[in-house]
C-alpha cells in the first residue's frame, strides 16, 4: 500500500484516540430495554436475531427460522449485542483527486472514526465500494494495519449496493464518507444506508479543488470515474454556475439525510483535523 496512505492510517489513530463515538440509546438496549455487555458472550438472555455472516458460529444458527425464510440467521444473545459501527468508504476515483491530499486524508478520517469507536467499546466493520462492497482486509485490527486501498472503481456507491451490498448490522451507527460525486437521487442511497439503523451519518470529503471554481481560460477536463476529457473555457459565470451546482447538490443531500433520519456535514481534506469540530456538532464523536 502507498506509504502515505499507511502514514495517513497512523495519524487517524492518533487523532481517534482523543475521542469516543456517540452511541444511540437505542443500540444500548435490547428487547427488554436493559443496557447491554460489553464484550461479546454466550449468555443464555436471548435479545435479538440478525442475518448469519461468515465467521459466526454455525451452533447460533436458528434453523426453524432458515426453514421458515430460507435465510441463516443467528440468535444474538445478552452480551452480543452490543454497539456496532459500520463505516463506509467510496472508494472511487475522485475519492483519490491528483495533486491533492484527498485520498490519504480520507483514510485517516476513517482511521479516526474507527479508533473512536473501538474507544466506546463498539464492534465494527470498515467497507470500501468498488465492484460492490468489500471489507477492508485487517479492519477488525488497529487501523495502521488495513490494507487494499486504491481508490480505482468507476462506479457509483448507487451501484456498489447493488452489485454487493455491505451486510450492515442491525442497529448500529452507519457512517458515509464520499465525495457523493454521481448523479443518482440521494434518497436511493439513503433508504439503503438508514434501514434498520440506530444512526445514519453521511459526510461528504471533498478537497479544496472540489469547491474552488477553475481560474478564467481554456480549461482540460477530465472525468476522474471514466477518463474520458473535453475542453471549456471557463469564465465567471461558468465558475457562479459550478458553486451554484454544489450548493443544491449539498442541499439535495441534507434534505434526504433530514428525510431519513440521517446527520449530514462537509469536511474538507485540506483541512481536516481542524473540521474534526463539525463532527462533534452533529453528534457523531465526543471529546474522550
Sequence with gaps: MDEAFRQALGEGEHYGSRYAMTVPE???????????????????????????QPGDDLRSIDWSVYGRTDRLTVKLFREEVIPHVDILLDGSRSMNLAETPKGAAALQL????????????????????????RRVRNDSLSASAWDGFDF????????????????????G?????????????????????SDGAAATHVIQFLAEADIT?????????????????????????????????????????HDACRRYGGRFVTLVAERLPEHFARL????????A
Aim: overall charge negative.
Design 26 to 52: 437505542t443500540a444500548h438496549s435490547g428487547l427488554t430495554g436493559q443496557q447491554l455487555g460489553k464484550r461479546p458472550g454466550s449468555s443464555l438472555d436471548f435479545q435479538d436475531y440478525r442475518d448469519y
Design 110 to 133: 476513517a482511521a479516526m472514526l474507527a479508533t473512536a469507536a473501538a474507544n466506546s467499546r463498539c464492534t465494527r466493520a470498515v467497507w470500501i465500494g468498488g465492484e460492490g462492497f
Design 152 to 171: 480505482s472503481a468507476q462506479r457509483s456507491l448507487v451501484d456498489c449496493f447493488e452489485i454487493l451490498p455491505p451486510r450492515l448490522r442491525r442497529m
Design 173 to 193: 451507527t452507519r457512517v458515509l464518507i464520499s465525495d457523493l460525486f454521481w448523479s443518482e437521487d440521494p434518497a436511493i442511497t439513503l433508504r439503503r444506508l
Design 213 to 253: 471554481p477553475p481560474e478564467h481560460g481554456n480549461i482540460q477536463l477530465e472525468d476522474s470515474e471514466t477518463g474520458e476529457s473535453m475542453e471549456m473555457f471557463v469564465d465567471s459565470v461558468v465558475g457562479q454556475r459550478y458553486l451554484e451546482a454544489v450548493r443544491r447538490h449539498q442541499s439535495d443531500w
Design 280 to 287: 462533534e456538532e452533529t453528534g457523531l464523536i465526543v471529546p
